[in-house]
């Protein structure tokens, strides 16, 4: 079965950083961008931040901007999101998926996304 593999989240106190990791099963990250989408608890999910496959182009939401960087290690097939100066509000459950059909970080539409994991907690607290 296709799917990603999200990995890397834990319990952090406020101000602190985590690095995810996103890596596929089954396939390479060609020619698609990927995404990293996140649901809290009695929230909708939620785009957060984005990445061209060749890593040229990249996105953020506003709530993150400046604190998370995208990355993407074509050697190790994997994606990666650097979380800094953690808060409260960035807990939840945080997903990767790849762009059904763009190779940019123009949506975050998540029917426009496949192979979802199962994604990783991350929880931000004192």
């Given at each position: 079965?296709?799917?990603?593999?999200?990995?890397?989240?834990?319990?952090?106190?406020?101000?602190?950083?985590?690095?995810?990791?996103?890596?596929?099963?089954?396939?390479?990250?060609?020619?698609?961008?990927?995404?990293?989408?996140?649901?809290?608890?009695?929230?909708?999910?939620?785009?957060?931040?984005?990445?061209?496959?060749?890593?040229?182009?990249?996105?953020?939401?506003?709530?993150?901007?400046?604190r998370f960087t995208i990355s993407i290690d074509n050697a190790e097939n994997t994606v990666y999101l650097q979380m800094n100066s953690l808060k409260p509000e960035d807990t939840a459950i945080y997903y990767c998926a790849q762009s059904?059909?763009?190779?940019?970080?123009?949506?975050?539409?998540?029917?426009?996304?496949?192979?979802?994991?199962?994604?990783?907690?991350?929880?931000?607290?004192?």
């Open positions: 079965q296709l799917q990603l593999v999200e990995s890397g989240g834990g319990l952090v106190q406020p101000g602190g950083s985590l690095r995810l990791s996103c890596a596929p099963s089954g396939f390479t990250l060609n020619w698609y961008a990927i995404a990293w989408f996140r649901q809290a608890p009695g929230k909708e999910r939620e785009g957060v931040s984005c990445i061209s496959s060749s890593g040229s182009s990249t996105a953020y939401a506003d709530s993150v901007k400046g059904k059909y763009y190779n940019s970080c123009h949506t975050y539409t998540a029917n426009q996304y496949r192979y979802w994991g199962q994604g990783t907690q991350v929880t931000v607290s004192s």
